[in-house]
């Protein structure tokens, strides 16, 4: 592996990444995902995107639907193929295409093309889930001239920052993740499936999370689900809830995309929140597929001892 003074770096399977920020993300060039990669580029693909904090944007992709899923299948089961996603989502899927979750503001013949304004607050996929997101990989195929940004917040960063004590605290709390909250939040009375309410859309899942590849600890908490945190009162939850909330979203913590055509973003759902930017009516139209692959349980921070490896606080 070679590298440039602007961080730019060989792969070895002959693809280049380079750095989009001090903390996270990294832009790929040189891949064309639409054919099969080898298991070691796909390998290499998949450790500069660890090694990147979770957010990677190859370039310049001309992917079909087919193409997209083979390539997203690469990383593991995808909700609305092995796991159907909550019924409120279920009328954006490409027709023909369950894996496939359309977010746009286009409309045709008076009908929604896609999920408009989907995801403009922060949070991780479908962390109300008992198995939320891994891997989120959305491909843009139309974009607006300007706005549509998508922030990322690194909650690896914004949990490394935080003092011993309050990190030893927070080991210890789990909170209950449930689509509700965001359902109140930002959905329109009338898209929403009451049958979402229940069951699989609302888990508890702990405060502290540690990364089951990289080994490092995150916060697992947002405001797009995150009700409350288990056994605080409700204002004591609120108050520890917006703290974190502030404490994640600051500047050096976040990073901006914003969206070339035909870019194909990789976001780590596990260490991550995002936040789509809704700046753009009336401006342009924003057309995007997204596949979202799902994730193991989590696993809090106290039941996973390899991660003293990397972290050894000495409390
Ligand atoms: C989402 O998946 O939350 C939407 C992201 C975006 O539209 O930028």
Redesign the pocket.
């Given at each position: 592996m070679s590298a440039t003074r602007s961080g730019t770096k060989r792969d070895a399977p002959g693809f280049f990444v380079t750095p989009l920020s001090a903390l996270s993300g990294a832009e790929v060039t040189g891949i064309d995902v639409s054919e099969f990669l080898a298991d070691e580029h796909f390998a290499a693909l998949k450790k500069a995107w660890l090694d990147h904090n979770g957010v990677l944007v190859l370039r310049d992709q001309s992917l079909t639907p087919e193409q997209h899923l083979a390539f997203s299948r690469r990383f593991g089961p995808l909700f609305g193929e092995a796991e159907s996603l909550q019924d409120t989502v279920k009328k954006y899927l490409l027709p023909g295409f369950p894996g496939i979750?359309r977010?746009s503001n286009k409309v045709e013949d008076g009908k929604p093309l896609g999920?408009a304004r989907?995801?403009?607050y922060w949070?991780s996929?479908v962390s109300f889930r008992k198995r939320p997101a891994m891997a989120?990989i959305?491909y843009a195929m139309e974009i607006p001239p300007v706005g549509?940004?998508?922030l990322f917040a690194s909650m690896t960063a914004a949990y490394d920052a935080l003092s011993p004590l309050l990190r030893k605290k927070l080991r210890r709390l789990r909170a209950v993740h449930d689509f509700a909250v965001a359902a109140g939040m930002s959905y329109s009375p009338d898209v929403i499936e009451n049958g979402d309410f229940d069951g699989q859309n609302r888990h508890l899942h702990p405060v502290v999370t540690t990364h089951p590849e990289t080994g490092r600890r995150a916060l697992f908490v947002n405001p797009g689900f995150t009700s409350h945190v288990q056994g605080f009162g409700h204002e004591e939850s609120r108050a520890l809830l917006n703290f974190l909330y502030r404490h994640a979203t600051r500047p050096e913590f976040v990073y901006r995309?914003r969206?070339r055509k035909h870019d194909l973003?990789i976001w780590d759902n596990r260490c991550l929140m995002?936040?789509?930017?809704a700046d753009y009516e009336g401006k342009g139209e924003?057309y995007?597929h997204?596949t979202?692959v799902i994730a193991e349980e989590p696993v809090g921070a106290a039941e996973a001892p390899a991660a003293e490896v990397i972290h050894t606080d000495s409390d």
């Open positions: 979750y977010v999920r989907a995801g403009t949070h996929d989120s959305l549509g940004d998508t995309h969206w973003l995002h936040y789509a930017v924003r995007m997204r979202t």
